[in-house]
């Protein structure tokens, strides 16, 4: 089992930045595809961006791309959301996902773990 500790969220202006951390714990990282996801209030959560098992390979959602940049660091089992020049737009929670089966370009939600989320809200 695995689980997974979002943090690093917060208030911040449009044009601002933030930087969230999703630790996790219970089985080895480098074996799961890690994730992070979004959900504004009213709205179906979407996929935000994706890493692969190893951080060679990158996806992110047409929206934050040039403007987020998701890493890894598998010797701290934790996986991390730069995020720059943020928007209103951008607000929402903001979810860390792990699967040891779904790939790192998949944008399908069904990931096993999830974490329960960090709200991120940006104002104008």
């Known amino acids: 089992q695995v689980q997974l500790v979002e943090s690093g969220g917060g208030l911040v202006q449009a044009g601002g930045s933030l930087r969230l951390s999703c630790a996790a714990s219970?089985?080895?990282?480098?074996?799961?595809?890690m994730a992070w996801f979004r959900q504004a209030p009213g709205k179906e959560r979407e996929f935000v961006a994706a890493?692969?098992?190893?951080?060679?390979?990158?996806n992110y959602a047409a929206p934050v791309k040039g403007r987020f940049t998701i890493s890894r660091d598998n010797a701290k089992s934790t996986v991390y959301l730069q995020m720059n020049s943020l928007q209103p737009e951008d607000t929402a929670v903001y979810y860390c996902?792990?699967?040891?089966?779904?790939?790192?370009?998949?944008?399908?939600?069904?990931?096993?773990?999830w974490g329960q989320g960090t709200q991120v809200t940006v104002s104008s």
């Open positions: 890493i692969s098992r190893s951080g060679g390979s990158t």
């Open positions: 996902a792990a699967d040891a089966v779904i790939v790192y370009y998949s944008v399908g939600g069904r990931y096993h773990y």
């Open positions: 219970g089985r080895t990282f480098s074996d799961f595809t």
